[in-house]
């Protein structure tokens, strides 16, 4: 047999430290509103045939989780995941023998950008100082946090004669589904620390190789003559 229900207990308002804990932040996991933002992945976009674009951008967003710019053509944001130094494609060849086999490196026209650790633009002043090459190699030039680039297609992702001329395209390509961080040249690995490639050592041939093409150029113009 089923007892009597004993009468609701009248509810008791909580003291007022006691809401003031429960509404205050952990010091260990931050705002609530800011630890779900850090770590929530980029929203998945569905591939559309009749927007090539939105493919694209489909496929760094969803493949690598990186991010892009809004609008046409696909750009991608600069600073979150790496930074970009830019210089000649001729000056840049000599330096792939610095980077990671999975170091992505896109070219575009006559120029080479290769991707490096996010925060390497602001310490590229300091290395070239270092380096004795301040001021004396204006063809190398880094994007940071706020720039972009544009994004080549995706490898594989057209047939071979479509690329339009000047468009940038993938020397050596991210992988879908890799963590790129681990590839690019970073000051953190000075002295052999990781496994990451040194990016003085980088600097310094993209650097050497950038005066020298500057140079050549430079004796190949025609004498004027007053």
């Known amino acids: 047999m089923v007892g009597p ?16 804990a429960s ?7 931050g705002p609530p509103a800011l630890a779900a933002a850090s770590t929530a992945p980029l929203p998945r976009r569905a591939p559309d045939p009749d927007r090539p674009a939105e493919s694209v951008r489909g496929w760094y967003e969803n493949e690598l989780g990186w991010a892009t710019v809004p609008g046409e053509p696909v750009r991608l944001r600069v600073g979150l995941r790496f930074d970009v130094l830019d210089v000649p494609a001729e000056a840049g060849r000599p330096a792939l ?9 896109a070219v575009q026209g006559d120029r080479m950008r290769l991707l490096v650790a996010a ?5 590229l002043p300091g290395i070239l100082r270092w380096l004795e090459w301040d001021a004396l190699v204006p063809d ?16 594989g992702g057209t047939r071979p004669g479509t690329t339009l001329q000047g468009a940038a395209v993938w020397m050596r390509p991210p992988v879908g589904g890799c963590e790129v961080e681990a590839s ?16 003085v050592r ?9 005066h020298r093409v500057r140079l050549r150029r430079a004796c190949a113009q025609p004498l004027a003559f007053s």
């Open 23 to 29: 509404a205050a932040p952990s010091p260990a996991t």
């Open 202 to 210: 980088l600097v310094d041939t993209l650097a050497t190789h950038c």
């Open 97 to 105: 023998r610095h980077l990671a086999p999975g170091s992505p490196v």
């Open 140 to 155: 190398l030039t880094a994007t940071g946090a706020g720039g972009a680039f544009e994004a080549p297609p995706p490898p």
């Open 5 to 20: 229900v004993p009468p609701p207990a009248s509810p008791t308002a909580p003291s007022t430290a006691a809401a003031d």
């Open 184 to 199: 690019l040249p970073t000051m953190s690995a000075l002295g052999g620390v990781g496994g990451a490639p040194d990016l």
């Open 119 to 123: 925060g390497s633009t602001e310490e």
